[in-house]
C-alpha cells in the first residue's frame, strides 16, 4: 500500500509535527508514504473567501499533481471536503472535460487521515499509547462534510491510556471559520467563547482534533488564558507509543522570537 | 430593563444598515439580549430535535419537500397563472407587484376604496420586507398587528429578529414592562397566562371593530387556487374569518403545484419551525364564500427581486425557503448576534443569502461573509437549501463586484489572497515566503515561540487568541532532510 501525503499548507508552515506522526503512525501500519515536494495548498481560503479564479488554479495544480497516487491522504477534514464539494463546481464552471474527467478518477482516491485508517486500512487499534484526559472535537467539515461518524471516536478507544472525555455541544462551530475569524473576529470570538465554555468544562489535559485549523484557533484561546489545556491533533496521539511520544515535542519545536520579545 | 428605546432601535433596512461585523457589537456586549436569544433558542432547538427523531422518514420527507419545491420553481410562471385563474374564479382578486412600492401602492389602493382606517394583521415577514406599516401609518391607516410576539415589538417599539419567534430576543419580564407600560395597567404579573390575557383584552376589541385585515401566506395551491396560513395562536385565525375585507401578500416562491404537496410540506414545516408535530391552527381558504368570512378578498403576488434570484441557477435553491428558521436556531453565529445585526427582516443563514439576492447585491455584501460555513443551517433545513454553497457564490459575486473599486485593491485581506495565490501556484516561492514569514514574524514572537500581537490586519486575531508561532523547520524541510539522510 502506498500513500501519498498531502500535508497542506498550514500544517507544512505551522504543524510540521502533525506531518511526521502521520509518516510515523502509516510506516508503522506497513504503508509506504510518499511526498510530493510541490505541493502547496488546495485553495480552500481562495474559494471560500469568493476568489473563484485563484481557487480554481489552486485545485488545477492539486488535481494534476495526484494523477498517479495510489491513495491521497490529507490530515485536514477541511481541506478533504474542500476538494470533494468544491472542487466539481470550480471545475464545471472554469476547467474542461479532461480535467473534470481527471478529477473524476481522483475524488475516490482522497482520503482524510481517519477515513484511510478505518476505511481503507480498516484499523481501529493502531498500537498508540498516550496516557492522558482528552476530548475530542468533531471540527464541523469533519461531522457534516465528510460524515467521519464515530470513526475517530473509535480510533481514540483503542489508545491505551487515553481517558476520553464527552465534549458537549459536539456539533457547535469553534467559530474559525478561515477568513471569518478576522473579518468576524469578534463574533469569532464570541463563539470561541462559547465553544471553550465546554471544552475546559471537561477537565481534558488535550483538546483533539483531526484539523490543525480549529485547533490553532482553540488553542490560541488555551494559551492566551493560561487554561493549562493544550490542543493536539488526533495523528500526533495516534503516532505516540510506550516507545516514543512521536512528533509532539510541543512548543520546545517552536522558533524562538527575538531576545527582546516583550517589546511592546 | 426597557427594551431598545427608539434611539438605538436597530436598523432592518438594508440599504441603510451598518456592515454586520459592526451591528453585532453592541449585542455581543448585551447580557441580557444574549442570555435571551440563547435560551429560546436552546429551546426551539431541542423540541425539534426530538420530533424530528421520531420520523424514521426524515430525509425522505426533506427530499420530497425539496423536489416539490423546485417543480414549483422550475414552471414558476405557469403555477401562477394557475394560481391566479383558479383564485379569480372562486371570487379572489389577484394583483401582481413587481417590488416593494408597487405592492404597498395596491395594498393602500384596497385600503382607500374600503374607507379604512385601521387594518389587524396577522404576522407577515413579507409585509415587513416591503416595510408596509410606516408606509399605511404615514397615509393615515393604522395596522394593528395581532400576533402575540408582533403586539410586542409594536408595543415596545422594537424589530423582529427571528421569523418565526420575532420577539424572541425579548423576555418575560420585559413583556410584562412594555405591557404595563404601554396598557397602562398597574400590578401586572409576569406569568404567561396573565401575559396572554392583557393581550387577549387589547385583541378582541380590534377583532370586533375592525373590518380589513393583512395576512401573509404560507402557501398557495396552483391547482386549487387556494391560501394556506399556519399558526400557534389563533389570532390569525380571527383575522382570516372576521373582517369584511381581507388582503394576502405572498411572495411569488410561496406557490404549490397540488394540494397533495401540502402533506409533505405541512409536517416538515411544523417540526422544522416549532418543534410540533402538526402547528395548532392551519387556515385554507379558496376566493369568497357568500356568508361565510370576508367578502372581498384580494391577494397581492409579490416579486421584488425573486425573480432575478430565480434566473440564477445556482442561487434558486434560496426560493425554497419555506421561513421555518430552523437554519437560524442552528447557527453558531446567529445564536451569539440574534437577528439585528443582520440588518434585514430576514435574519439568520437564510437571511444571509436571501438579503444580499433581494437587494440585487447592491447593499448587505458583509451579509455572505456572516458565516463560518460550519454547515448547520444545510443539515436542518427541510427543503435542503445548501446555504454553505450560495454564501460561497455570493462572496464570490461580492469580490468580483469589491476587487474593481481601487480602495479595496489595498485592502490588506485583497491583497494578502491575491499575494498568496502567487506564492501557493509556485512551490519554491511558497517555500521561500515561509522562510521570510520566519524572519518578518520574529519581531512579533515572544521567547516561547507564540504570538501575542499583531499589526494591522492580525491584530483581529490576536486581540483575543494568541497565535502560534513558526515550528524551527517546516515539514518538508523535515521529509527532504529524511530523504537525504536515507540515502
Given at each position: 500500500?502506498?500513500?501519498?501525503?498531502?500535508?497542506?499548507?498550514?500544517?507544512?508552515?505551522?504543524?510540521?509535527?502533525?506531518?511526521?506522526?502521520?509518516?510515523?503512525?502509516?510506516?508503522?501500519?506497513?504503508?509506504e508514504?510518499?511526498?510530493?515536494?510541490?505541493?502547496t495548498?488546495?485553495?480552500?481560503?481562495?474559494?471560500?473567501?469568493?476568489?473563484?479564479?485563484?481557487?480554481?488554479?489552486?485545485?488545477?495544480?492539486?488535481?494534476?499533481?495526484?494523477?498517479?497516487?495510489?491513495?491521497?491522504?490529507?490530515?485536514?477534514?477541511?481541506?478533504?471536503?474542500?476538494?470533494?464539494?468544491?472542487?466539481?463546481?470550480?471545475?464545471?464552471?472554469l476547467?474542461?472535460?479532461?480535467?473534470?474527467?481527471e478529477?473524476?478518477?481522483?475524488?475516490?482516491?482522497?482520503?482524510?487521515?481517519?477515513?484511510?485508517?478505518?476505511?481503507?486500512?480498516?484499523?481501529?487499534?493502531?498500537?498508540?499509547?498516550?496516557?492522558?484526559?482528552?476530548?475530542?472535537h468533531?471540527?464541523?467539515?469533519?461531522?457534516?462534510?465528510?460524515?467521519?461518524?464515530?470513526?475517530?471516536?473509535?480510533?481514540?478507544?483503542?489508545?491505551?491510556?487515553?481517558?476520553?472525555?464527552?465534549?458537549?455541544?459536539?456539533?457547535?462551530?469553534?467559530?474559525?471559520?478561515?477568513?471569518?475569524?478576522?473579518?468576524?473576529?469578534?463574533?469569532?470570538?464570541?463563539?470561541?467563547?462559547?465553544?471553550l465554555?465546554?471544552?475546559?468544562?471537561?477537565?481534558?489535559?488535550?483538546?483533539?482534533?483531526?484539523?490543525?485549523?480549529?485547533?490553532?484557533?482553540?488553542?490560541?484561546?488555551?494559551?492566551?488564558?493560561?487554561?493549562?489545556?493544550?490542543?493536539?491533533?488526533?495523528?500526533?496521539?495516534?503516532?505516540?507509543?510506550?516507545?516514543?511520544?512521536?512528533?509532539?515535542?510541543?512548543?520546545?519545536?517552536?522558533?524562538?522570537?527575538a531576545?527582546?520579545?516583550?517589546?511592546? | 430593563?426597557?427594551?431598545?428605546?427608539?434611539?438605538?432601535?436597530p436598523?432592518?433596512?438594508?440599504?441603510?444598515?451598518?456592515?454586520?461585523?459592526?451591528?453585532?457589537?453592541?449585542?455581543?456586549?448585551?447580557?441580557?439580549?444574549?442570555?435571551?436569544?440563547?435560551?429560546?433558542?436552546?429551546?426551539?432547538?431541542?423540541?425539534?430535535?426530538?420530533?424530528?427523531?421520531?420520523?424514521?422518514?426524515?430525509?425522505?420527507?426533506?427530499?420530497?419537500?425539496?423536489?416539490?419545491?423546485?417543480?414549483?420553481?422550475?414552471?414558476?410562471?405557469?403555477?401562477?397563472?394557475?394560481?391566479?385563474?383558479?383564485?379569480?374564479?372562486?371570487?379572489?382578486?389577484?394583483?401582481?407587484?413587481?417590488?416593494?412600492?408597487?405592492?404597498?401602492?395596491?395594498i393602500?389602493?384596497?385600503?382607500?376604496?374600503e374607507?379604512?382606517?385601521?387594518?389587524?394583521?396577522?404576522?407577515?415577514?413579507?409585509?415587513?420586507?416591503?416595510?408596509?406599516?410606516?408606509?399605511?401609518?404615514?397615509?393615515?391607516?393604522?395596522?394593528?398587528?395581532?400576533?402575540?410576539?408582533?403586539?410586542?415589538?409594536?408595543?415596545?417599539?422594537?424589530?423582529?429578529?427571528?421569523?418565526?419567534?420575532?420577539?424572541?430576543?425579548?423576555?418575560?419580564?420585559?413583556?410584562?414592562?412594555?405591557?404595563?407600560?404601554?396598557?397602562?395597567?398597574?400590578?401586572?404579573?409576569?406569568?404567561?397566562?396573565?401575559?396572554?390575557?392583557?393581550?387577549?383584552?387589547?385583541?378582541?376589541?380590534?377583532?370586533?371593530?375592525?373590518?380589513?385585515?393583512?395576512?401573509?401566506?404560507?402557501?398557495?395551491?396552483?391547482?386549487?387556487?387556494?391560501?394556506?396560513?399556519?399558526?400557534?395562536?389563533?389570532?390569525?385565525?380571527?383575522?382570516?374569518?372576521?373582517?369584511?375585507?381581507?388582503?394576502?401578500?405572498?411572495?411569488?416562491?410561496?406557490?404549490?403545484?397540488?394540494?397533495?404537496?401540502?402533506?409533505?410540506?405541512?409536517?416538515?414545516?411544523?417540526?422544522?419551525?416549532?418543534?410540533?408535530?402538526?402547528?395548532?391552527?392551519?387556515?385554507?381558504?379558496?376566493?369568497?364564500?357568500?356568508?361565510?368570512?370576508?367578502?372581498?378578498?384580494?391577494?397581492?403576488?409579490?416579486?421584488?427581486?425573486?425573480?432575478?434570484?430565480?434566473?440564477?441557477?445556482?442561487?434558486?435553491?434560496?426560493?425554497?425557503?419555506?421561513?421555518?428558521?430552523?437554519?437560524m436556531?442552528?447557527?453558531?453565529?446567529?445564536r451569539?448576534?440574534?437577528?439585528?445585526?443582520?440588518?434585514?427582516?430576514?435574519?439568520?443563514?437564510?437571511?444571509?443569502?436571501?438579503?444580499?439576492?433581494?437587494?440585487?447585491?447592491?447593499?448587505?455584501?458583509?451579509?455572505?461573509?456572516?458565516?463560518?460555513?460550519?454547515?448547520?443551517?444545510?443539515?436542518?433545513?427541510?427543503?435542503?437549501?445548501?446555504?454553505?454553497?450560495?454564501?460561497?457564490?455570493?462572496?464570490?459575486?461580492?469580490?468580483?463586484?469589491?476587487?474593481?473599486?481601487?480602495?479595496?485593491?489595498f485592502?490588506?485581506?485583497?491583497?494578502?489572497?491575491?499575494?498568496?495565490?502567487?506564492?501557493?501556484?509556485?512551490?519554491?516561492?511558497?517555500?521561500?515566503?515561509?522562510?521570510?514569514?520566519?524572519?518578518?514574524?520574529?519581531?512579533?514572537?515572544?521567547?516561547?515561540?507564540?504570538?501575542?500581537?499583531?499589526?494591522?490586519?492580525?491584530?483581529?486575531?490576536?486581540e483575543?487568541?494568541?497565535?502560534?508561532?513558526?515550528?524551527?523547520q517546516?515539514?518538508?524541510?523535515?521529509?527532504?532532510e529524511?530523504?537525504?539522510?536515507?540515502k
Amino acid at each position: 500500500m502506498r500513500a501519498s501525503l498531502f500535508i497542506t499548507c498550514y500544517n507544512d508552515t505551522l504543524f510540521p509535527e502533525t506531518g511526521r506522526a502521520v509518516v510515523t503512525l502509516l510506516e508503522r501500519l506497513g504503508v509506504e508514504v510518499e511526498f510530493h515536494p510541490q505541493q502547496t495548498c488546495c485553495g480552500q481560503m481562495h474559494a471560500n473567501t469568493g476568489f473563484r479564479g485563484e481557487a480554481f488554479s489552486l485545485a488545477k495544480r492539486l488535481i494534476c499533481m495526484y494523477g498517479e497516487a495510489e491513495a491521497v491522504v490529507i490530515p485536514s477534514s477541511s481541506c478533504v471536503a474542500m476538494i470533494r464539494d468544491q472542487y466539481a463546481g470550480l471545475v464545471e464552471e472554469l476547467g474542461d472535460g479532461a480535467l473534470g474527467r481527471e478529477l473524476e478518477t481522483l475524488l475516490p482516491r482522497v482520503y482524510e487521515l481517519s477515513e484511510f485508517l478505518v476505511d481503507r486500512l480498516g484499523v481501529e487499534d493502531v498500537g498508540a499509547y498516550f496516557p492522558h484526559r482528552v476530548t475530542y472535537h468533531a471540527s464541523c467539515h469533519g461531522l457534516r462534510a465528510l460524515n467521519l461518524g464515530n470513526g475517530p471516536l473509535r480510533l481514540l478507544a483503542k489508545v491505551r491510556g487515553l481517558e476520553l472525555a464527552p465534549l458537549k455541544n459536539l456539533d457547535r462551530c469553534c467559530g474559525f471559520g478561515g477568513t471569518f475569524a478576522i473579518k468576524n473576529g469578534e463574533v469569532s470570538s464570541a463563539m470561541l467563547t462559547a465553544k471553550l465554555q465546554d471544552v475546559l468544562a471537561t477537565g481534558s489535559e488535550y483538546c483533539t482534533a483531526l484539523d490543525n485549523s480549529c485547533l490553532l484557533h482553540l488553542g490560541g484561546a488555551l494559551h492566551r488564558q493560561f487554561a493549562g489545556m493544550k490542543t493536539i491533533h488526533m495523528a500526533e496521539i495516534l503516532a505516540s507509543t510506550q516507545d516514543a511520544v512521536a512528533g509532539h515535542p510541543g512548543d520546545g519545536d517552536l522558533l524562538p522570537g527575538a531576545p527582546v520579545g516583550s517589546w511592546r | 430593563m426597557a427594551v431598545s428605546a427608539a434611539a438605538d432601535r436597530p436598523i432592518l433596512d438594508p440599504a441603510r444598515a451598518r456592515p454586520f461585523p459592526e451591528a453585532a457589537l453592541p449585542v455581543l456586549r448585551d447580557p441580557q439580549l444574549r442570555k435571551n436569544v440563547a435560551h429560546a433558542i436552546d429551546v426551539i432547538q431541542g423540541k425539534r430535535a426530538r420530533l424530528v427523531a421520531e420520523k424514521a422518514d426524515w430525509q425522505a420527507l426533506r427530499a420530497s419537500a425539496s423536489r416539490i419545491k423546485d417543480v414549483a420553481l422550475q414552471n414558476l410562471g405557469a403555477y401562477l397563472e394557475e394560481f391566479e385563474a383558479r383564485c379569480t374564479a372562486a371570487g379572489g382578486v389577484v394583483h401582481w407587484a413587481a417590488d416593494a412600492s408597487e405592492a404597498r401602492r395596491i395594498i393602500l389602493d384596497v385600503l382607500r376604496a374600503e374607507k379604512a382606517t385601521e387594518v389587524i394583521k396577522i404576522k407577515t415577514m413579507t409585509s415587513a420586507e416591503i416595510e408596509l406599516n410606516p408606509f399605511l401609518e404615514a397615509a393615515g391607516i393604522r395596522a394593528h398587528e395581532t400576533d402575540l410576539a408582533e403586539i410586542i415589538l409594536q408595543l415596545g417599539e422594537g424589530e423582529p429578529s427571528h421569523i418565526v419567534v420575532p420577539a424572541l430576543h425579548v423576555n418575560r419580564s420585559q413583556v410584562r414592562e412594555i405591557f404595563a407600560r404601554r396598557m397602562g395597567i398597574e400590578d401586572l404579573p409576569d406569568d404567561p397566562e396573565a401575559l396572554t390575557a392583557a393581550a387577549r383584552r387589547v385583541l378582541r376589541a380590534k377583532f370586533l371593530s375592525v373590518p380589513t385585515a393583512i395576512s401573509g401566506a404560507n402557501f398557495l395551491i396552483a391547482e386549487t387556487g387556494s391560501v394556506v396560513v399556519v399558526e400557534s395562536e389563533g389570532n390569525g385565525r380571527m383575522c382570516l374569518t372576521l373582517p369584511r375585507t381581507l388582503i394576502t401578500l405572498a411572495g411569488i416562491e410561496k406557490v404549490l403545484p397540488r394540494f397533495r404537496d401540502l402533506e409533505v410540506m405541512l409536517q416538515v414545516l411544523a417540526r422544522s419551525a416549532t418543534g410540533e408535530r402538526m402547528n395548532p391552527y392551519t387556515s385554507l381558504w379558496t376566493g369568497v364564500t357568500a356568508g361565510d368570512g370576508p367578502e372581498r378578498f384580494h391577494v397581492v403576488l409579490l416579486d421584488n427581486g425573486r425573480s432575478g434570484i430565480l434566473a440564477r441557477e445556482r442561487e434558486r435553491q434560496t426560493l425554497r425557503c419555506i421561513r421555518c428558521a430552523a437554519c437560524m436556531n442552528a447557527c453558531p453565529v446567529y445564536r451569539q448576534t440574534g437577528g439585528h445585526a443582520y440588518g434585514s427582516v430576514y435574519p439568520g443563514p437564510i437571511g444571509a443569502i436571501l438579503t444580499p439576492q433581494l437587494q440585487g447585491l447592491r447593499h448587505a455584501q458583509s451579509l455572505p461573509y456572516a458565516s463560518s460555513l460550519c454547515g448547520a443551517c444545510y443539515e436542518v433545513c427541510p427543503v435542503k437549501i445548501n446555504i454553505p454553497e450560495v454564501l460561497i457564490d455570493l462572496r464570490a459575486q461580492v469580490t468580483d463586484q469589491e476587487r474593481q473599486r481601487a480602495r479595496r485593491f489595498f485592502d490588506p485581506l485583497y491583497l494578502g489572497l491575491r499575494v498568496a495565490h502567487l506564492v501557493f501556484a509556485r512551490a519554491w516561492l511558497f517555500h521561500a515566503a515561509q522562510c521570510l514569514g520566519r524572519v518578518g514574524l520574529r519581531p512579533f514572537t515572544r521567547k516561547d515561540g507564540w504570538i501575542h500581537a499583531l499589526p494591522g490586519v492580525g491584530a483581529k486575531w490576536t486581540e483575543t487568541r494568541d497565535l502560534r508561532g513558526l515550528p524551527q523547520q517546516t515539514f518538508h524541510a523535515w521529509w527532504a532532510e529524511r530523504a537525504k539522510g536515507a540515502k
